[in-house]
């Protein structure tokens, strides 16, 4: 039983494309995480959500948009494609401790889905 | 804002000896700091975490980490180790006590990769 699993899981496309990366998780978790992986490996986050609503938002180009259909959902969508964007994208999601302001919850994280842009 | 920074991109060791990799933070106001452990082609998985009391915290596989607070640093060290040790191993800080927009926001070094030798 996967926890937090990531469609597809390897993603190569052309320049100037839109695609669109899903993230499921089974764990009952509120929220839920993207970050961002690139060729450097520094793993920087782009996006949170706490039961369907946006909670960070990091400095990410607005070609980037994610959507919550439910709670066990984040999609990633990308318009517009740059060589740029070729990077691992990992989900994660928690159960929130809002008084620990997420200190005390655990991320867990999908395999990741590694992107490659031509 | 918050940093983090691994001295080392890249550890070999030989099977069955000690490992220390390490991790230096900055930051202006309090933080929780995190081991997580990649292994090819997966997701990040949780080590262990340092959030208060007891400078030493002992993780999954044996791994143990030593916050200091002088030396902001928080070192990860094994005295024995596998090769299925070999993996990527990041660190990661997330504020103290954040809320709004920095909620369960973390931030990751580049990344150590620990190669074991038999």
């Known amino acids: 039983d996967t926890a937090v699993s990531q469609t597809p899981k390897y993603l190569v496309t052309q320049m100037g494309n839109d695609k669109s990366i899903k993230c499921e998780q089974n764990l009952g978790h509120d929220t839920m995480y993207w970050y961002k992986q690139d060729s450097k490996k520094f793993l920087k986050i782009m996006f949170s959500?706490?039961?369907?609503?946006?909670?960070i938002n990091e400095t990410v180009p607005n070609r980037f948009s994610p959507k919550s259909p439910d709670k066990a959902h984040l999609n990633l969508h990308i318009n517009s494609l740059e060589l740029g964007d070729s990077a691992v994208y990992f989900c994660?999601?928690?159960?929130?401790?809002?008084?620990?302001?997420?200190?005390?919850?655990?991320?867990?994280f999908g395999p990741g889905t590694r992107l490659l842009v031509l | 804002a918050q940093s983090v920074t691994q001295l080392d991109s890249q550890v070999p060791v030989f099977e069955e000896a000690p490992v220390e990799l390490r991790c230096n933070y900055s930051s202006s106001v309090s933080v929780y700091l995190f081991w997580y452990v990649q292994y090819p082609n997966q997701g990040l998985q949780l080590l262990l975490k340092?959030?208060?009391?007891?400078?030493l915290v002992k993780g999954i596989n044996g791994f143990e980490a030593e916050f200091n607070k002088s030396q902001t640093s928080f070192h990860l060290r094994k005295p024995s180790v596998h090769i299925s040790d070999t993996a990527e191993y990041f660190c990661a800080v997330r504020l103290a006590n954040a809320g709004g927009t920095s909620y369960g926001k973390l931030t990751f070094g580049q990344g150590t990769i620990l190669t074991v030798h038999p």
């Open positions: 959500y706490n039961n369907k609503e946006l909670i």
């Open positions: 994660a999601s928690s159960h929130p401790n809002l008084a620990s302001g997420g200190a005390l919850e655990t991320q867990y």
């Open positions: 340092y959030l208060s009391g007891s400078t």
